[in-house]
């Protein structure tokens, strides 16, 4: 079945304990994202990846770091998380292509306390 | 820049009938695709329907339909014969040329009735 798998999907952690939000897709697709989801806002994007090694600041990256060794995977880390990133966050996964449908991960609830 | 307006915060509609979701967008790129996502209370993006900036025909899938007016930069959703499981978030979204992201709207929530 082809799948975007986040882990964890729910995550209470402390100011300035470092956390890594894993994410991993079966489809070989060259492109891979993250998005936080916002009451009004509606999804941004974070970081994105086109392929393994080539990662890029999407529109909210303050805060984040990613990498991508592996083209099936692409965690997002946040090394000292603050309170202004409690969010769902969404890994995405999609082919090259303005017609490409991005497929989505089950989202992670992270509240920062 | 790409920008996604839905102006309708919340929706209302009686079970069988249609609903139409609002949508506008902004670009410069001559090439682009459009989508729509629900979600609903559980928090997944379920992808609904797609329609290229180029594609002559408005797209369909099932009971989802999408009216394209590239002149008016309008590409709105219409739900024909509303379910009760039709209650969710719908998200309308961009990408561009480039490929690297899709551009989000802030979201309408749909509620259906009984």
């Known amino acids: 079945e082809a799948q975007v798998t986040q882990n964890p999907r729910y995550l209470i952690t402390v100011t300035g304990k470092k956390l890594t939000v894993t994410c991993s897709q079966n489809m070989n697709h060259e492109y891979m994202s993250w998005y936080r989801q916002d009451p009004g806002l509606g999804l941004r994007q974070i970081y994105y990846?086109?392929?393994?090694?080539?990662?890029d600041k999407g529109d909210v990256p303050e805060g984040y770091k990613v990498s991508r060794k592996e083209k099936r995977n692409f965690p997002l880390i946040l090394e000292s998380p603050s309170p202004n990133q409690t969010s769902l966050y969404f890994c995405?996964?999609?082919?090259?292509?303005?017609?490409?449908?991005?497929?989505f991960g089950q989202g992670t609830r992270l509240t920062v306390v | 820049a790409q920008k996604i307006t839905q102006t309708q915060p919340g929706m209302f509609v009686q079970e069988k009938e249609a609903v139409t979701l609002d949508c506008t967008y902004d670009t410069s790129d001559q090439s682009y695709g459009l989508f729509w996502y629900k979600q609903p209370s559980s928090g997944e993006m379920i992808f609904l329907i797609y329609q290229g900036s180029y594609d002559e025909q408005n797209a369909t899938e099932g009971r989802y339909s999408l009216n394209f007016q590239k002149a008016r930069k309008s590409a709105n959703l219409v739900i024909s014969a509303s379910q009760l499981g039709d209650s969710a978030m719908y998200f309308c979204?961009?990408?561009?040329?480039?490929?690297?992201?899709?551009?989000f709207g802030a979201g309408t929530i749909l509620r259906v009735k009984s």
């Open positions: 990846s086109m392929n393994v090694e080539v990662t």
């Open positions: 979204a961009m990408r561009g040329v480039y490929g690297n992201k899709l551009v």
């Open positions: 995405a996964s999609h082919n090259l292509g303005t017609r490409a449908e991005a497929f």
